[in-house]
């Protein structure tokens, strides 16, 4: 009980402490939709950075606190759809629903993991660029690691409450198009059904 009190009290602190760092802009008019959308990202990947170099926490409890970050910033129904691509339309309702909920922890556990293998890294944010649409937005970003540039570079749309994240490049491999084309194999050589019993198996397995 009294480590869960602790965990919430430095989730806290890092949301604080994120809040303040960050400078204040202008509201839509003034600050346009990338501003806008460059905020979002950098406050959301400060406070995982501020976690990953708690050196007193477990790396369970670090994990833990990532996800509870990072989980409200993807679109992962629309993930999961852009993922089967045309195999999407073939699948009834429970199969959608179990489909989107295994895709989402899968993924979540991947991005956790991902950022988990850097620690006191920095991360240096590119000029975003607009997309086609003016509700779509590209953030390239580097994280720095022991002198290496790894570049992560986010895809972000407007939604009606905020923005979140439809697709991100890890050293210019699309988490989508990877997903993609995995998934195209398996259902190629299988049904949704296997794929559903494939992603329930833990990761690695």
């Known amino acids: 009980m009294i480590r869960k009190i602790k965990i919430k009290e430095l989730i806290l602190k890092i949301v604080l402490y994120v809040m303040i760092s960050l400078p204040v802009l202008p509201q839509p008019a003034a600050a346009d939709n990338q501003n ?53 339309a073939g699948l009834d309702q429970e199969q959608t629903e179990r489909f989107i909920e295994l895709f989402k922890i899968n993924l979540k556990d991947f991005y956790a993991e991902t950022l988990n293998l850097y620690t006191d890294e920095k991360i240096f944010y590119k000029a975003s660029i607009q997309g086609g649409q003016a509700r ?53 050589s299988g ?6 019993h494939k992603l329930e198996k833990p990761r690695g397995k």
């Open 36 to 88: 806008a959308a460059e905020v979002f990202l950098k406050s959301k990947l400060e406070a995982v950075l501020a976690v990953l170099q708690q050196k007193e926490l477990e790396q369970q409890a670090k994990t833990k606190i990532v996800i509870e970050i990072i989980e409200p910033m993807f679109d992962f129904p629309l993930m999961a759809r852009l993922t089967l691509k045309k195999y999407w």
């Open 136 to 188: 779509k937005i590209l953030i390239p970003t580097e994280l720095i690691s022991k002198g290496e540039r790894i570049s992560m570079d986010y895809k972000l749309y407007q939604s009606k409450n905020n923005w979140k994240i439809y697709d991100v490049e890890i050293k210019g491999t699309s988490i989508i198009r990877t997903y993609q084309s995995q998934f195209y194999h398996d259902m190629q």
């Open 191 to 196: 049904t949704i059904d296997d794929l559903l």
